[in-house]
């Protein structure tokens, strides 16, 4: 059922305050508040609901407000949900109109509610981020002509993928799964194998590899003992053999794998069987666990700062130069302003965009002075890739799935935006003081002195 508006309140409460009478209107996060257009979201996700039938859903300010101010602090799902019992702003921001003493929902709502709408309608958010910014001043139309374009990988939650440690986890797996089913196994496996997984890392780390590498295969026959064993005995059942397929599928695919194969059916984590294994050539990691996504931004310095203008999920690892057209086309759907250049690394050589607003690092024909100072400015991306991952989640990715990809990276991307129009509205405030206070000294200054009669 659709979200219930809130109810009209009467102007003044004999025994509660409003919230702003208690707080301070020229705090950023008040005014921020007042730049996003709340009602758009109502618009844009209302389809999703029914009229009639089922529990009114959670109100939809409160849901986006409560996902912006999470991306825009990097915090988990439960930590913003303690912000919000704490903070008043937070509660205003939310469009809260008495200060609240308990939560109006539970912390796997906002899961829920991630999944309902789906990553495509969330763009909306990145795009009202966009549109507030241009209502606060903090960008121009001017700017979002002129983008630069990138990838980067947005790395899994999962630790660093070993042999011993997938073969480890999947017998705990099939052993409790086993056990919750009822199924009775010839031997479950679990106190050697714990013991050979950590013999494996003793002796890897000490420089004994053909040693360690017993360790693992003696892991991977315990591991399809288990598989066959239990493949057997619910062969005749079709409800539990329904339940283990997803299971054992994966645990399937583990055991076919080799060490030396780096296909696209390679499994590096059985809890998110989704991750890629990239290598972006860096010093540091030499490769990464994730997904890759394409960021797009300002190239020009805004007022506000380097606004990010599009954020995609990349799933397969495709070559960056195949995404560059589909890129171009979801910046200006976000903007509603056409791309007249745009300035990518050489990794985008042989792309599939248009060539006469396409600028490549290193390309030498058809560059004025203004090209070539603007081609300059390419490199500016990075550091916001660097604060998208230090101040926000895309450093590390908690969601579930290719879903979960597709939606962090776009709520990564609003909450970058929101982090730069919070701090362009905190700056203006303190510019807009200073220059009222320096206006007060000049006139007492100039203020004649009168004489005592």
């Not at 199924?183 to 013999?199: H, N, P, T």
């Not at 399937?252 to 080799?258: E, F, K, V």
């Not at 296909?263 to 294994?277: N, T």
Request: with cysteine.
């Amino acid at each position: 059922m659709r979200p219930k508006q809130p109810a009209a309140e009467p102007q003044e409460d004999l025994f509660r305050a409003r919230l702003e009478n208690l707080v301070d209107r020229r705090h950023a996060l008040a005014r921020l508040a007042g730049l996003i257009d709340w009602g758009r979201f109502e618009a844009e996700f209302g389809p999703l609901y029914t009229e009639v039938t089922g529990r009114p859903g959670l109100p939809t300010r409160l849901m986006v407000g409560l996902h912006l101010l999470k991306h825009m602090d990097g915090l988990s799902d439960e930590a913003i949900c303690a912000r919000y019992l704490d903070s008043p702003y937070v509660q205003l921001f939310c469009g809260e109109v008495f200060f609240r003493h308990a939560l109006p929902l539970d912390r796997s709502s906002m899961t829920r509610w991630r999944q309902r709408i789906g990553p495509e309608r969330l763009e909306a958010l990145l795009a009202e981020s966009l549109a507030a910014a241009r209502r606060g001043g903090a960008v121009a139309d001017k700017h979002l002509r002129r983008v630069t374009i990138d990838t980067t990988v947005a790395p899994k939650a999962v630790t660093h993928p070993t042999d011993s440690k997938l073969l480890h986890r999947g017998i705990e797996i099939l052993v409790r799964r086993a056990r919750r089913h009822g199924i009775r196994l010839r031997q479950s496996y679990l106190r050697v194998a714990k013991r050979a997984k950590r013999e494996a890392a003793k002796l890897m780390h000490s420089g004994r590899p053909r040693q360690a590498e017993r360790q693992v295969r003696q892991l991977r026959t315990w591991l399809g003992r288990l598989f066959r064993d239990i493949a057997r005995k619910i062969a005749d059942s079709g409800a539990v053999k329904a339940t283990f397929a997803g299971p054992l599928g994966l645990i399937g695919r583990l055991l076919r794998q080799r060490r030396d194969g780096r296909g696209r059916d390679k499994l590096y984590s059985l809890h998110a069987p989704e991750v890629e294994c990239i290598g972006k050539g860096k010093a540091q990691a030499r490769y990464e666990f994730g997904v890759k996504v394409s960021i797009a931004t300002t190239n020009a310095v805004a007022p506000g700062g380097q606004f990010v203008l599009g954020a995609r999920a990349l799933p397969g690892n495709p070559y960056d130069g195949h995404t560059l057209a589909a890129q171009i086309a979801q910046t200006e759907r976000l903007t509603g302003v056409g791309v007249e250049r745009a300035y990518v690394d050489r990794g985008y050589r042989g792309h599939d965009a248009d060539r006469a607003r396409v600028f490549v690092a290193g390309q030498k024909r058809g560059l004025t002075p203004t090209i070539r100072r603007e081609r300059r400015r390419r490199s500016a991306i990075e550091p916001v890739i660097g604060h998208m991952k230090s101040d926000g989640h895309l450093g590390r990715n908690f969601l579930r799935g290719t879903e979960g990809d597709a939606t962090n990276i776009v709520l990564a991307a609003a909450g970058h935006n929101l982090r730069l129009l919070r701090a362009w509205l905190a700056w203006l405030l303190a510019f807009l003081r200073n220059l009222l206070a320096a206006a007060c000294r000049s006139a007492e200054v100039r203020q004649p002195r009168t004489l005592a009669t």
